[in-house]
Nanobody, 120 residues
Framework: QVQLVESGGGSVQPGGSLRVSCAAS????????MGWYRQAPGKQRELVAD???????NYADSVKGRFTISRDNAKNTVYLQMNSLKPEDTAVYYC??????????????WGQGTQVTVSS
């Protein structure tokens, strides 16, 4: 069974840093774009950043210059390094990826989410 498993969320003071990781597991033939979304209480889920298999990246304006997305294709893992965190970055962060399992078609998968809280 293919799934995305996130780790690395937590609580940090403003100005601090966190790194979240997301590993795709199961019998995976190929992965296209991988990305991170977030959803704050009472708000819609929004794209934070995404990355193509060859490393092309895209960021939300609100995180440019502070967050860095990267991936390790050999490990089917995507990372989000978050620096200079602000209280408004507080949200549940979700991993997302377009995956092709063996013997199946392309599907879009979501992780279970990991909480990031920025507070003094």
């Amino acid at each position: 069974q293919v799934q995305l498993v996130e780790s690395g969320g937590g609580s940090v003071q403003p100005g601090g840093s966190l790194r979240v990781s997301c590993a795709a597991s199961g019998r995976i033939l190929a992965i296209k774009a991988m990305g991170w979304y977030r959803q704050a209480p009472g708000k819609q889920r929004e794209l934070v950043a995404d990355i193509t298999p060859v490393g092309g990246t895209n960021y939300a304006d609100s995180v440019k210059g502070r967050f860095t997305i990267s991936r390790d294709n050999a490990k089917n893992t995507v990372y989000l390094q978050m620096n200079s965190l602000k209280p408004e970055d507080t949200a549940v962060y979700y991993c997302n990826a377009d995956l092709k399992p063996y013997g199946s078609s392309w599907y879009n998968y979501w992780g279970q989410g990991t909480q990031v809280t920025v507070s003094s």
